[in-house]
């Protein structure tokens, strides 16, 4: 098992909390399974899941919206700590990686660096951002691990946006395209889908991008449960392992206040959930992240509780 102290992260794990009912495993919620990563817990015959928080929106700052998502792990963490735990899977918490100021790119090199580690090791790894400029971090972690060597890897983003902007400077916006010069300076071609694309916070710019690279997507307003499942089954079918990145603006506002960008009209969260259980199911989940939460605008903690629910569903 891959040690806290062997990798890149800028702040330890420390103690999760929430309601106690009881020591005993009947009253168990996720504060008292989770276990920082230097402890020697015994690993369930699942895999263990490593939760790393990656603390950045310069990239939304770049990107022009509003800023807060990198006191997102911590509220996630938070949303999640309460909730009863019923998964067969040791949870363990590596801390975060922080982005001070602008520095963006080194961040996500060093969370890439930690999340080859752990993918490495064996766990299944849940970076929570951050902006969605976590997925270049979440990417760059999973195209240098040994575990997708000769698998055709494939990217499922939750979202409303492409995210394929072509700008100078790196942002939430360009992380997509930057993956696709990535695979294509490494032989490769991107395969990615994304779920949830609403037509009119996309320029047509973008629209060309994601047919000149190939990428599937569903309009927001087609997104019925049957559609939602067949689209997934599809482009399950043509990967080896998944990478999941779920951006919660894909989910309308009453869901999720708490984003960069809420969505007019986004996808239901019961639509979004069983995505969850059937990439879940698959067995193909490699590593998952979950990015945009805005505590500052959030109302009631709702979507920090929607978030810590999503990943509950991930992990079971």
Known sequence: M??????AVDVSPTPWTGRFDGDGTEHRRWWQAVAPLTSSVPATASRPAVVLGFCSDAGVLRNKGRVGAAAAPAAIRTA????AFHLDRDVFDAGDVVVEDDSLEAGQERAGLAISGLLDAGNLTVVLGGGHETAFASYLGVAGSDVVR?????????DAHFDLRDEPTPSSGTPFLQMAHAEAAAGRELQYAVVGISEPNNTRTLFD????????????????????EIFVADFLAGVDVLYLTIDLDVMPASVAPGVSAPAAYGVPLPVISAVCRQVAASG????????????AFDIDHRTAKVAARLVNTLLA
């Open 209 to 228: 991008t994601a047919d000149r690279l190939g990428v599937k997507y569903l309009l927001d307003e087609l997104c019925t449960p049957e559609a939602v």
């Open 80 to 83: 999640l700590g309460p909730l």
């Open 150 to 158: 000769g698998k055709r890897l494939g990217v499922l983003n939750l």
């Open 284 to 295: 193909k989940l490699l590593h998952l992240d979950v990015a945009e939460l805005n505590p």
């Open 2 to 7: 891959e040690t806290s102290s062997t990798l």
